[in-house]
């Protein structure tokens, strides 16, 4: 398990504090290993909204004992689906997390209610020892106390007092686990899940309003440290701010209808982070596939924005986060210019410094790889690299790295190593156009290179134009070895474009849409693949322009309409 940690002092101090984090959370997981027991919490005092997207059609799939969930289909038959552990891990992160239970309530009817009641039931049954692990992982009993309570109205129809009892024991003996637990949670999104759950629960919960105050206290002191000021996650994952906000936006309603008084850094990170979300939007609704955001919910996304009532134009920069957005004449252009998040938060981070997408009206061109629906699939590891990313690749080397050991990714969760250490950037909007430039140093180490790009957007938004200069770094650059690959400049595009080599460039065509690629030196089609799709991989083409840095620094391209 120590191998490799000489070369890596951050891993070893990483290694460190996970192992600590997990000794301290050692005591509640025993605590919970007991016989499920617990006092009668009451009728709930207040139920939180539930945001996102229902497909009452859903609900069948239960019924026929074959359901999908994180991009799994699996199928249990006539056995408890909680009693399954073969499934994928991802099916079952989700199946514990009881968000399928919005079908439910969508869908509305007796027969949805009682199937509801059974299944709820069912996993109250079962005895600690009985359930996987992962059921008590804090981001997956963050989701279920949260969903509990959310869609408590549908399990509680027509239920008789028994089974109420039951499931409001149920929901308190669930608060008082996470509430021990809490404090022993990965840093990042499961921290900050579990201190919203806790303070969901404590407005919903009567007899739980003295615990009101600290769950308060203790969620703000989260929310300030984990959003940035510019309203983006630490994670720098543009994805993590739907998923919060889809649970802070309810819990901002409870603090009102319980006249409790909210944190001000509740209310100051919603009004931060909606902003932040259309920030990172395309013009097709779209999310940017940046640093391990997937496929998004658009149905859910255009739910939050509903709440944002700045109504002006997306802000031109997220400083904190690292992210700079060119737009005009229906042109949107965003790119990766922030220092890679720091290693405890980096599990789902990319590699893809000073990467960039682009899209033209509602059409996207450009873009990154990104993540898929399913956690287990290769592609997820694939699509971290550099080479997944629209931007410059040298010698097939990523430009941050990743912890080597199985043993450790395994025990780490595959951590992002940061290869830049500075990413200078510099923006000018002029008369002509937007002009940014950025450079980062991942390649100093292995090859003495510093990479600069730079990128101009014209004023009518009709022409991108770009130069990538690979700069010696005090004069250390040297010759990539013999066996390794050149450098190597790609764009990939979306999938539902269709592209064509001619003698007068690459022609790009997406619905009403057409553009031109051209560059000095000759460009190819090749394949790629977009992981960020409903349907799982979808094979998609690039642009690669093959170049050898020792002979050529610089290479000049444009797009154009």
Known sequence: MTTGFVDEPRLAGLMVRETLRRLRGVAPAMVALSPLAGRRAGSLAAVPADLRRAEPGLVESFYSGHVRLAGHDVEFGSRSPFALRQAPRSWMAE????????????????????????????????????????????????RRLVSLLSHSPIVLAQADEMFARRFEAGLARQTRHLARAAGSA???????????????????????????????????????????????????????????????????????HRNQAMPRA???????????????????????????????????????????????????ALRQ????????????????????????????????????????????????????????DAGRRLARNTAAHSTLVLGDHSSSRFAKSPALDRYLGVPLLPGPTRVPV?????????????????????????????????????????????????????????????????????????????????RLSHGEEVWWFRSEVAARLEDSILFADRSGARPTLQIGIVFDPMERTELAWCFER
């Open 321 to 376: 986060s690292g992210y700079q957005r060119l737009a005009a004449g229906g042109t949107v252009l965003l790119a990766d210019t922030g220092l890679p998040p720091a290693p405890a938060v980096a599990g789902e981070a990319h590699a893809g410094t000073l990467a960039f997408e682009f899209s033209s009206g509602r059409r996207r061109m450009v873009v990154n790889c990104g993540a898929t629906v399913r956690a287990e």
């Open 266 to 316: 509740l209310f100051s990170a919603i009004d931060r982070m909606l902003p932040a979300l259309r920030f990172f939007q395309h013009g097709d609704g779209a999310l940017a596939l940046f640093n391990g955001a997937g496929l998004a919910d658009r149905a859910l996304l255009h739910q939050l924005l509903r709440y944002d009532e700045t109504l002006g134009e997306p802000v031109s």
């Open 186 to 256: 990965p840093d990042g999104m499961p921290r900050l899940l579990a201190r919203i759950a806790l303070a969901t629960a404590a407005l919903c919960q009567p007899g739980r309003r003295c615990a009101v105050r600290g769950a308060a206290k203790l969620l703000a002191e989260e929310l300030d440290r984990q959003i940035h000021p510019d309203g983006g996650h630490i994670s720098r994952n543009p994805a993590a701010i739907p998923t919060l906000l889809a649970d802070l936006l309810p819990l901002r309603q409870l603090f009102a």
């Open 426 to 506: 510099s923006r000018e909007d002029t008369g002509e156009g937007q002009l940014l430039t950025a450079a980062h140093d991942g390649y100093r180490v292995p090859f003495g290179f510093v990479h600069e790009r730079e990128i101009h957007l014209s004023r009518d938004g009709r022409r991108i134009e770009g130069i990538d200069r690979l700069f010696q770094a005090n004069g250390r650059a040297h010759r990539l070895a013999s066996d390794e690959p050149l450098g190597m400049l790609r764009f990939h595009l979306h999938p539902d474009v269709t592209a064509d080599e001619t003698p007068s460039g690459i």
């Open 95 to 142: 199946l514990h997390g009881f968000g399928w239970l919005r079908h439910f309530t969508e869908a509305g009817d007796a027969l949805a209610a009682e199937q509801a009641r059974v299944l709820v039931g069912d996993w109250l049954g079962f005895e600690r020892r009985a359930l996987p692990r992962l059921a008590f992982d804090h981001e997956v009993s963050a």
